[in-house]
């Protein structure tokens, strides 16, 4: 019993493993400034996580493997208490690996959530609603037209409330999937119009969730052009599965035009990329 | 290693446990009756009202850092004008702490009708704390300020309510108390032992109580 | 003259054997009683779970596909046979639910927590035995509300009842309960029938069966901590007590001081919901096109805090999950020493290693929200406290193998199963290491690999604790052993089973698939999931089919399974081995037991047989009463 017990903890640990290193099932590669130091953080963190795994089952099995009972009736087991000395040192190994780990995986936090987005960044307000996404650019002025919620109405398409009556808003588009350039800091404005949802690209690596009655800031900078998933990633109710949009990283120029068109034609620019660009080639 | 096999039986089912064994118990005792009461049990209820306190202590951090992070989050928070009578009710909790502890110790000394006596003022003054914050709800929905009106207000309701449901909770107690110190009462040491760590458990959860409420009186007029 | 007797009677003797059915066996005050009622409603509750958990796999792995059953069984939820993205996420919602709160909590803690911690102090009963009946009473009630929350919702009658109760009571949606998860964030949940279907009246009999199991566990955890503290037998010190009473004890202090909190945020969620109160819920809300405050069916709300509650739930929630394994860590140590006929390596360290992941279990909640909108300065002191509670995890997995290291294993079910749970524990909790890392939690959260990581780790890794606990203590229970040939069947499926359902969701969590949907055909970059998606669906069906193995063993075994021979038919030392079998209604018969010895001593040199029990008297064993000796 014993035997196999060991074999099959081991057969288990090293299938277990194969799954991972086979590389058939991984991240979608990564187009932000940031992707390749969080990548790289976790491909440390993966490595000492398969190797302990790896260990304790290798070590678990061979105890299993080695101590059987013999059925002997003078034969004992090792009387020991254990050794404060192994105690120490497996305490002190461990706490300094996984603190390491811990405290090395602040730098790809720190910079992007400890900073403002530097200045000349592309502002976009994002305000999500029970399965849509709305997204709002500021246009020419750069000012993002005032917002209440007392001026959202379904029936004219202003979903985010936006305030005809204030002068900056009037060259302000809002579409329902998002454009940015590429190689150019992005600044999201995150609000949500009733339950909290979450922003996700996972090409971007990076989530953030969109909380009713706060506005929360983000930054990154996306350095490949291309036509992104974008999903939901905090439960929103009933539809929550549905709720997908585009992500655009389009070349500057293209944003710089887009950035003078009044809404409609903004829109319709927008659709026209959108047909124009594939989604990236999943195996 | 030195092993011996030895021939000695494993224990019999039906043997009662160690009973059986030749002086595994090691205490030469051979009673089979009813366990009598081992000393120190009667701590068993001064520690459970501790344990319960740090218990309830908890619940009332909670709300209270709810308050502390809610007041600071948000522009509807309105100040609240907490009625006068509460500081009656103050008075009122203060004073049935001295009661209550006036009964405990008439009890130490063995003066048990003293005791009774001070239980049921205690109690009194549970009740008209209640009443008094009764009062100081109605005046203030009089002013139509409701649970809902904003923030300060629902907090206020909460706080004062479930404060209020824990002293109805310790009323009960001290009825209990009450109830069964007007009956005949045995001079058995365990008996005796018992019935002292009831009324120290009961006096405790008191005490409790008043420091409670004035904490939550405090945050009320003071954090606004 | 006769209350003079009475007097006497209460102060000094304990309560007398009861006599009657109802006394006996429905409101028994006697603990072994009520540990047997706590896991026949852990038994009963995962059967919920568990089919829950089989559609939700059937959903995901053929979408859009009928099935006829389905229709027949809930015509609302699955018309055609193809259940609704609704329905879907109730049975998330409630699967969690009923998992964490009345199964992962109660079989651990109040069934074999309740059997067997006093017994193993050497107490005759709990220290308030009324209290005791009233807390699995009063979790049953919560259990029957949690039912009742999958029923109004679907059931036009009940749920045109409850919809006189109250604008929040408005359901009958058609779905089995409510939609927002196990977790249960607001907005979503305070905001009844317009955030979705299901929020009404189901939703407000979740938040009340929630408060209920608060109440229902303070009161365990309140009888469990006394009990410890005052009630143990002479000559059992701290530090000879078995593991599974400081696991259990400091369960028991988690609970004390978690729950309320959770009690706490679940009044002002119910405040949200049922007086307009705005503790959870901002201003400015929009739905389904109502403004808040334009509609009776949607009240004014202002400023409210939708981290606040996220604060209140995870300050339980963390701890909940040690809740749920330390007991299946403790009856692990205990089985492992057992069959290992070894006393427990480092038992000082365990004692020290249950204590620095209850005690670290409360500074981190923060972890659950990282990516919340909450200070990202906080995120990062939450990330490395995280880290450093693999520290004491570690430890004890360390200590584990070190117990079987040198020794003689047995391999009874119990013993594989206690293996089983270490292989798994490690399995689940190594992940830990990537979830806990704010940075890496960014592309991570709430993806598959958090569901992977936490079934393997406070799901699967606490379930075979308890298969452990129930194969080994089965017998001391009923008086007959569980079928063993059975049992290691049981075990093989499950065991197998658990590792290819759970290891390829930690792949799929890579990928970026998130939970909680209810279909994965919206989106392309999932598409190549699919065969594994498939693979873990069939693996459930065979694990969960297995299952009956275990049910059959179970009840077959209660009335004609083996007898057992001998009160210590495992050569155990601790003292529910010494008293008869099952043990009488005061556990030792009349003679409360003295202890002589530590808790695990095996294999003590010199001494007559390889096992030394806690009572044995010190003059015939020579050695055995250190901790600390090398070897």
Known sequence: MGRVLAVIIWIITLLSVLLFVSGKWWFPEGISSHA??????????IVVVGISFTAAQIGLGWMVWKYRDTG?????????????????LWTVITAVVFITLGVMGQSVWANLRLNEAPPGSYSVEVVAQQFQWNFHYAGKDNKFGKTDPKFIDDGTLNFIGLDASDPSSADDSVTASLVIPVGRPVELRLRSKDVIHNFWVPQLRFKQDLVPGMEIKVHFTANKVGKYELACAELCGQLHFKMRSYMLVLPEQDIQALQGMPQEQFQARVQELLNQYQLPNYQ | ??????????????????SGMPGPNGNGSKRKEPFPEPDGRANRYRIGTWVGLASIAMMFTSLSSAYIVRS???????????PRVMFVSTAIILLSSVTIEFARRKLKQSFTEAYSKYLLVTALLGVAFLGSQLIAWRQLTSQGVYVASHPHSSFFYLLTGAHAVHIAGGLMALAFLWWRSSRHHSEVPAFVAKRQATADAVSIYWHFMDGLWIYLFLLLLLWR | MAETHEGVHEGVHRHPAPTGFIRKYIFSIDHKVIGIQYIMLALAAVVVGMIMSLLMRLNLSWPGRGWPILETLFPTGAPGGVMTPEFYLSLVTMHGTIMVFFVLTTAPQGGFGNYFLPIQIGAEDMAFPVLNMLSFWVTFVGFIVILLAIFVEGNQGIGEWFASLGPSWAGGSGTVGPIGGWTGYAPLSALGKIAGPGQ?????LWVISIAIFCVGSLLGALNFITTLLNMRTKGMSLMRMPLTCWAWFTTAVLALLSFPVLLGGGILLLLDRIANTSFFIPSGLYLTGVLSGSSPNFPLHTGGSPILWQHLFWFFGHPEVYIAILPGMGATSHILATFARKPVFGYRAMVFAIFAIGLLGFFVWGHHMFISGMSPYSAIAFSVLTLSIGVPSAVKTFNWIGTLWGGRIRFTTAMLFAIGFVSLFVAGGITGLILGQSSLDLPMHDTYIVPAHFHLVMGV??????????????????????????????????????YAIFVPMHIMGIVGMPRRFSSFTEYRFLDSLHPLVVLVTVAAIITIVAQLLFYFNVFWSIFKGKKVENDNPWEATTLEWTTATPPPHDNFAGVLPTVYHGPYEFAVPGAPRDYVMQTDSPTEVPRGNGHNGHH
């Open chain 2, 72 to 82: 600071g989050t948000a522009a509807d928070w309105l100040p609240l004008q907490i």
């Open chain 1, 72 to 88: 002997s009736a003078t034969d004992r087991a090792v009387y020991s208490h254990g050794s404060n000395r192994l105690e120490v």
């Open chain 1, 36 to 45: 390749p130091a969080l990548d790289r953080q976790f491909l440390i963190t």
């Open chain 3, 461 to 498: 890794a606490s379930i075979f604790g308890m298969f452990a606990a129930l194969y080994f203590w089965f017998p001391k229970m009923f008086g007959r052993f569980m079928s063993e040939s059975i049992g290691r069947i049981h075990f093989w499926i499950t065991f197998i089973g658990v």
């Open chain 2, 1 to 18: 290693m030195a092993t011996m096999v030895t021939t000695r039986p494993v224990i019999q089912k039906g043997a009662g446990g160690g």
């Open chain 3, 200 to 204: 009404g009246a189901g939703m407000n």
